[in-house]
Structures are given as C-alpha cells and as structure tokens.
C-alpha cells in the first residue's frame, strides 16, 4: 500500500509540488488525489503522470467538478502518451469462432475504444481472403495501428496482406530469398474471437476480448518474429505464429476436412493424430544455415559468415513456433534465439506419450528446454537463420500421402506447396504486436 499524501487543497485541484529548493516541478510531473467511489467502494484514488493508484477504503464525498477535474485530467496525461493509439483500423471477421465476432466488438472492445476517445475505422469482412485483399491496397499512412476481431485466420491474412503491401511499395522482391525486408511499421493488436486464438493467447496470455483491447489502448508492443515460406523460386506465405510440416500438415488437412464440425473439429483432428493414425515417416534432407553469432554485424543475412549444415533420416515432422522466438531460454544451444534466428524441430516417430509430451510442453508451455537431453531421442531442436526441405522418392501427387507431402501447416492454414521442396527464413523483428506487459507494483495497486 502506497504512502498517504496530503489532499489538495480547495483552491487548486492540481496543485504543483514544491521542491526542497524552493523550485516548483512542471504540472506534468505532478498528482491529483480524492476520495471516489471505484465499483461501490469507498476509496482514495490518486493520480501521476506514470500510475493510477487506488487505495483502500475512506470517507467518501461526492463533487461532479472533482469528476470532470479528474477527467480533464487523465485525457491530457493520454494525449501525452506517446506510444498510446489515437486513430485504429478495426477489421471483424463476423464468421469468426460462434459467428459472435461482430457482437464481441460492439458490446466489449468499442466501448473500452470509445471511453479511451480512440478514432476508429471498422472494416467488416464479407468473405474469405476479403482482408488480405483489402491490406493489399490500403493505405495506413493515418493508421496508429491494426485491430483484428477474429482467430489466427484473419491475423494470417492482414499480416500477409500488409507484408506483400510494403515490399512491393518499396521494391523489394520477396521472390529472392536473399532480400532484405521492409518491417510493417503500424503494430497489429488481435482481439480473441476466433475458433483458434493461439495468437492471442501467446501476446496477452488470456483469451479474454477486453483484456487484449486494454492493452491496445495503452499501446504496449513488442517486436515478432515472421517466417516467410517459398517454393519453386518463388514466395508463398508470411507465417507469424506456426510453420509446420508432415504431421503438423496433416493435423491441419484433417481439420479442414472436418469444418463442419466447428470447434470441434480441432478436437478431431488431434484425436486423429494422437490416437487413430499412425505417423507417417518421410525421408528428408535438411539443409540449414545456423544463426549468425554475436560477431555478426549490422546485416540480417550474412550468410557467407556461416557454411550450410545438413541432416538426413526418417522424420514425422519438421516444425518452428514464433512462440519459441520470443522466449528466453538458458540452455546454450537456444539462447541467441531470440528475435533473430528460427528455432527449428525435427522429429523422428514418437511414441503417443512422447508425441503428447512434445505437444503439451513444446507446443502448449514452450518449455523447449525440458526436450533436450540424453534421455530425448524422438526430436532435435536446431537455432538457424533459415532452412530447406527436400523429401526423397516423393509419392503419387494423385493419392492422399502425395498430396499430404505438398502442403504445409502456416498459421493453422494450408498452403500448397507446388512440390516437395520448400524454403523456410527467419525475419526478426518483421511485425510489431501489442503485447500485455504488467507493469511495476512499486507505489500500490496499478
């Protein structure tokens, strides 16, 4: 509990402090504090430039002008804000999870929006792919930031839409894996309301609409990882959160097939994959460039300091999370992972507890970690800056194996490969998303 400080007194109700010198601090850097009532309890509540406090139970007075002194207040100090968001484009995918995205939005996140006199622009999406099309010539030169109302899905497509835009705006061919890319300099905040909402989980550690709109509001953003994916000399996809082959394709493929069961049909798919079908084997060769060092400077793709490495064997999957990027990890083979190189996991064929085991900690907890050692010989974690894939003695692109081994799992979407060889590079810092961070507890409950 924080230290009681005097009342203002009648004549001012934001008095400037007086220092020990006799000089008098700036307004900015000074308090205001009253006795309010915060949801029906009495309570002293005291405002800086920095933290709202609220204290425990006092007497209690009520003044309309205190309110609108408090008011008046509290919007100057978010004026002040730097990073706060003043003006956001909203795009609601109204299919989204229970069909609710758009109920989610008006009755949970506009308000917060309206009461934080944030401007906003709603977009609603009326089709599949309807978003990616629309970042792909919108202009955000007025745009404090993205909201996206909805699951990964939509996040998937602004994110690639928006990625696609700048390279092209400013020349940059993503074709060429070799490119440097422009990063998406407007952040991009998800508001859970989807069937799938990994990503909101990872950034606000919640599933919950009107805590990842409070934190869009107070404009904390973290730098994200992005891997893009190419084929056939040529880019396919941006992925932000997952970038899965072999068993992770097939997860998705059976998911797919199953959309009329809803939610559920991720229940199926990992029924399916856990318990029902066995791991398919693929013989792979996989190439890799590992992580620059430390003594690797002012370039995100100095590949010449660095010789390709290669694996080859049976495997069951090769996969990466962003989520494993933005993690630090004391092990000394993953700790210059993040936000520069791709983590990478390739897995031999696991038993069910074993393959559970990955899932629930690897996936679920991202205690990587706690996979490596002696004792675990089902996968192997590898940090590098970008990866190549080539299955041997492919199947029949006519059976289901051969079309399973041309697709991959990007953000819990399927994307085609074309083929049996794919490139996979770590862009660090590519998107910024805003983040839930808690702030310090020093003066009192914030």
Not at 125 to 131: D, F, I, L, M, P
Request: glycine share 8%.
């Amino acid at each position: 509990m924080a230290t009681a400080l005097e009342v203002p007194s009648e004549e001012t109700d934001f008095p400037k402090i007086s220092q020990s010198d006799g000089t008098v601090l700036h307004e900015a850097a000074t308090r205001m504090e009253d006795m309010m009532e915060v949801e029906k309890t009495k309570c002293k509540v005291e405002l800086t430039k920095e933290i709202l406090t609220v204290h425990g139970k006092k007497k209690l007075y009520r003044d309309t002008s205190v309110c609108q002194a408090w008011e008046t207040k509290l919007q100057e100090y978010i004026k002040l804000v730097p990073h706060r968001p003043q003006r956001l484009l909203v795009i609601v995918n109204p299919e989204s999870g229970k069909r609710e995205g758009l109920k989610i939005y008006k009755s949970k996140v506009e308000p917060i929006f309206k009461l934080a006199r944030i401007e906003t622009e709603v977009v609603v999406t009326e089709r599949a792919g309807h978003a990616e099309d629309m970042m792909a010539s919108k202009d955000l030169s007025g745009i404090d930031g993205l909201v996206l109302v909805g699951g990964d899905g939509i996040f998937h497509e602004v994110a690639n839409g928006a990625l696609k835009k700048i390279q092209k705006d400013y020349g940059i061919n993503p074709d060429n894996p070799d490119s440097v890319l422009k990063p998406l300099d407007v952040p991009i905040g998800i508001i859970p309301a989807g069937t799938g909402n990994g990503i909101a989980m990872e950034v606000f550690d919640s599933y919950d609409p009107e805590v990842a709109a409070l934190a869009i509001v107070l404009g904390q953003k973290q730098p994200h990882s992005t891997f893009s994916v190419s084929a056939n000399g040529k880019h396919l996809k941006y992925s932000i959160m997952l970038v899965g082959y072999g068993w992770w394709g097939d997860v998705i493929y059976n998911a797919e097939t199953r959309r009329n069961l809803g939610r559920a049909r991720y229940v199926y798919a990992l029924l399916n994959a856990f318990v029902w079908n066995k791991q398919r084997l693929m013989d792979l060769e996989i190439k890799y460039l590992p992580e620059p060092g430390s003594d690797v400077k002012d370039s995100e793709n100095k590949d010449e300091n660095k010789e390709w490495q290669k694996i080859e064997g049976k495997f069951t999957a090769v996969s990466t999370f962003s989520l494993w990027n933005n993690r630090d990890f004391s092990d000394p083979q993953l700790h210059h992972s993040k936000h520069k190189g791709a983590i990478i996991a390739v897995t031999k064929q696991m038993s069910r507890i074993q393959l559970i085991n990955f899932f629930y900690k690897g996936v679920f907890k991202a205690q990587v970690p706690q996979l490596i050692g002696p004792d675990v010989n089902f996968v192997k974690f590898f940090v590098v800056q970008r990866y190549r894939v080539c299955l041997k003695s492919p199947s029949n692109p006519e059976t289901k194996e051969g079309l399973l081994e041309r697709l991959k799992n990007c953000d819990g979407e399927i994307v085609q490969l074309g083929g049996t060889e794919f490139e996979t590079r770590c862009h660090p810092g590519l998107v910024q998303l805003y983040h839930c961070i808690p702030p310090s507890d020093e003066k009192g409950t914030s």
